[in-house]
């Protein structure tokens, strides 16, 4: 599988179990990607259409074993749902035992860098790279319906498409991105696509847009320049209310 996702294809946003982005070929129906140890991250749904959470399994460390093929009742299965796998351990959330996560928790006083980008733990079926839950400064990530979006994943670095896991359903990805404002077009019977930038095209506040553009140049120098953007550049306006008070203080200044 090669691991050099194209942002531009013409098909995206895709399915989130497809191989066909990276011509790659799955042992695994429900997998959408991978975890840097080699173990298969699923869907957020266990069976059918019933999320993790929704059906009250505990996960430790964010993934389980399937039960053996012999006691998995497949007549419960509504149509179109995978077919369950052979007893193999799998993630379906986040896989926070995994170094990155566990360098972020550990406290700083021991080490963490909290205030980093969060790191690697895994690649997408598409052949982007699946970071932690921080983008830099230790702030939120921006990103689109399908859980990802365009920023650097190191300090000074170039900027990449990449996704965020999250605490939530899906809990990696809805969708393989970007959304363009379309993940909900590629949701089977039940929409696991995240509330999105409010724009196609979703950009970490505070990056650089040279950078970005280079990036997409590898494929497309005009791709941007169809959709629409977030505003991300990183400069917090003052809210209307804010404005009248800094004035009015200026105006009774003026006065006594």
């Not at 006083?109 to 921080?134: C, V």
């Not at 995240?194 to 979703?202: F, R």
Request: glycine share 10%; with cysteine; hydrophobic share 35%.
């Amino acid at each position: 599988m090669r691991l050099n996702g194209n942002p531009t294809q013409s098909d995206r946003p895709s399915d989130m179990y497809s191989a066909n982005a990276v011509d790659a070929l799955k042992s695994m129906g429900p997998a959408l990607a991978v975890a840097i140890n080699g173990i298969p991250i699923l869907g957020p749904n266990d069976a059918g259409d019933i999320s993790i959470d929704e059906a009250g399994l505990q996960l430790a460390c964010g993934g389980h074993v399937t039960p053996p093929l012999a006691l998995v009742n497949t007549s419960i299965f509504p149509p179109g749902a995978p077919p369950p796998t052979a007893p193999i351990y799998h993630y379906h959330k986040a896989p926070n035992c995994l170094e990155p996560f566990t360098q972020d928790y550990k406290g700083i006083s021991r080490g963490s860098t909290p205030n980093e980008h969060g790191k690697l733990t895994g690649w997408a079926m598409d052949g982007f790279g699946i970071y932690t839950y921080q983008d830099h400064k230790g702030e939120t990530p921006i990103v689109d319906e399908c859980g990802g979006h365009f920023g650097s994943v190191e300090e000074g670095g170039e900027v990449v498409y990449h996704y965020h896991v999250r605490v939530f359903v899906p809990y990696t990805i809805a969708c393989q991105g970007p959304a363009l404002g379309k993940c909900k077009d590629v949701q089977g019977r039940t929409d696991y696509c995240h509330y999105g930038c409010g724009a196609d095209v979703c950009v970490q506040p505070g990056t650089d847009e040279a950078k970005l553009r280079s990036y997409l140049s590898q494929w497309n120098d005009t791709w941007l320049d169809s959709y629409t953007m977030n505003d991300f550049s990183g400069v917090k306006t003052l809210s209307a209310t804010l404005s009248f008070v800094f004035a009015l203080a200026q105006l009774l200044r003026v006065l006594f």
